[in-house]
């Protein structure tokens, strides 16, 4: 069965430091990956999305995800962030294994503090 | 943008009470979700649907109905509220299935049942 892992609850960095927020999956293919933020008091929205091509995918607001099919991972980064990136960031992989394009698989999400 | 509201914002309700939850949206996609959202256990679908008058099962459907009415409207219903369903309810449309596209979420609606 599909799943999807962040082994991270809580990340708390400094205004102005890089981050990286880790997701692992398991899927014997190559899945649709998403990445959603969910900012304080509002529903979720998409960052990035990957399908296939070049591993490293552009989102919103500066963030990208890297692709890594040998570590089953694809993990969000961003070379600086900031105070309003706090929120909370799920990751999340297609449910094409079970036979029904109509679901995704989530991981419980990482919550992340910047310190200003 | 697509635009996904949901009313209310806030419900309080008591064990055993009848709630309806409403969620419209104004993009004439095709799939709507309902999500339950709690601590430890992040995003559960209940319910969806892929047109008016569709509906299919999700992975935590007991104790919820659900309805679609029209292609912009999804209803969530719980005949008989438990402290259980206390929870952040979501709903998402999306053009085509979720696994390949773009889900849009409305804000919300916090239920408390007590």
């Known amino acids: 069965a599909q799943s999807v892992t962040q082994p991270d609850a809580r990340v708390t960095v400094s205004e102005g430091a890089s981050l990286q927020l880790r997701c692992k999956y398991s899927y014997s293919g190559t899945p649709y990956l998403f990445w959603y933020v969910q900012y304080p008091r509002q529903g979720l929205q998409l960052l990035l999305k990957?399908?296939?091509?070049d591993p490293v995918v552009q989102g919103v607001n500066g963030f990208e995800a890297e692709f890594i099919k040998s570590n089953s991972s694809f993990h969000l980064r961003k070379a600086s962030v900031h105070w309003s990136d706090s929120a909370v960031y799920f990751c999340?992989?297609?449910?094409?294994?079970?036979?029904?394009?109509?679901?995704?698989?989530w991981g419980l999400g990482t919550s992340l503090v910047v310190n200003p | 943008e697509a635009a996904v509201t949901q009313s209310p914002r806030n419900k309080v309700t008591v064990t055993g009470g009848n709630v309806t939850l409403s969620c419209r949206q104004t993009n004439s996609h095709n799939y709507m979700y309902w999500y339950r959202q709690d601590t430890g256990h992040g995003l559960r679908l209940i319910h969806y649907?892929?047109?008016?008058?569709?509906?299919q099962i999700g992975d935590v459907p007991d104790g919820y109905k659900a309805t679609r009415t029209t292609q912009e409207d999804f209803f969530l219903l719980l005949e008989l509220a438990s402290p259980s369903q206390t929870s952040l309810y979501f709903c998402?449309?999306?053009?085509?299935?979720?696994?390949?596209?773009?889900?849009?979420f409305g804000a919300g609606t916090r239920l408390s049942v007590l």
């Open positions: 999340a992989v297609s449910a094409i294994d079970v036979g029904d394009n109509s679901k995704l698989i």
């Open positions: 649907s892929y047109g008016a008058g569709n509906l």
């Open positions: 998402a449309s999306s053009d085509l299935g979720a696994s390949q596209n773009t889900l849009y």
């Open positions: 990957y399908y296939s091509g």
